[in-house]
């Protein structure tokens, strides 16, 4: 495995924190966001922005969301709900569901319909009631 440029993240971070965002967000949007480098298996972002699309889940005020991160991979796992946008299939990985600070989000891809983004918390839902 290469190992993780941590020091870029981390400059380009600084720059985030910084920011401010001024854009409305709403449940059921997915954004691009900088999720940045993680540790482990938690999903990180691509490119020179650290970016990744992710769903938002709830908004709690201007400066924080819910959110659930987005990939193209095709797993069938009770943590991958899967849908298809634009002839592409893709899943919402509700494992790996988080906070984030709004300062993150760059531009609004689109908005879910109503009827996926239920199965999303329906599936979220089960998840949450099985770790108990």
Same mark, same amino acid.
């Given at each position: 495995?290469?190992?993780?440029?941590?020091?870029?993240? @981390?400059?380009?971070?600084?720059? $985030?924190?910084?920011?401010?965002?001024?854009?409305?967000?709403?449940?059921?949007?997915?954004?691009?966001?900088?999720?940045?480098? @993680?540790?482990?298996?938690?999903?990180?972002?691509?490119?020179?922005?650290?970016?990744?699309?992710?769903? &938002?889940?709830?908004?709690? @005020?201007?400066?924080?969301?819910? &959110?659930?991160p987005i990939t193209s991979q095709r797993k069938r796992t009770?943590?991958?709900?899967?849908?298809?946008?634009?002839? $592409?299939?893709?899943?919402? $990985? &509700?494992?790996?569901?988080?906070?984030?600070?709004?300062?993150?989000?760059?531009?609004? &891809?689109?908005?879910?319909?109503?009827?996926?983004?239920?199965?999303?918390?329906?599936?979220l839902q089960q998840m949450i009631g099985q770790g108990t």
């Amino acid at each position: 495995m290469p190992p993780k440029d941590f020091d870029t993240w @981390n400059a380009l971070k600084k720059h $985030i924190h910084r920011k401010r965002f001024l854009a409305f967000v709403h449940a059921r949007e997915v954004w691009w966001c900088s999720l940045g480098l @993680n540790v482990g298996t938690e999903q990180d972002g691509k490119h020179a922005a650290f970016e990744r699309p992710v769903l &938002i889940l709830r908004k709690f @005020n201007r400066e924080s969301v819910l &959110i659930a991160p987005i990939t193209s991979q095709r797993k069938r796992t009770p943590y991958h709900v899967r849908f298809t946008h634009g002839g $592409i299939e893709y899943a919402v $990985i &509700i494992s790996q569901v988080r906070l984030l600070s709004t300062r993150r989000l760059r531009r609004r &891809i689109f908005r879910m319909p109503e009827d996926m983004f239920g199965e999303v918390l329906s599936a979220l839902q089960q998840m949450i009631g099985q770790g108990t």
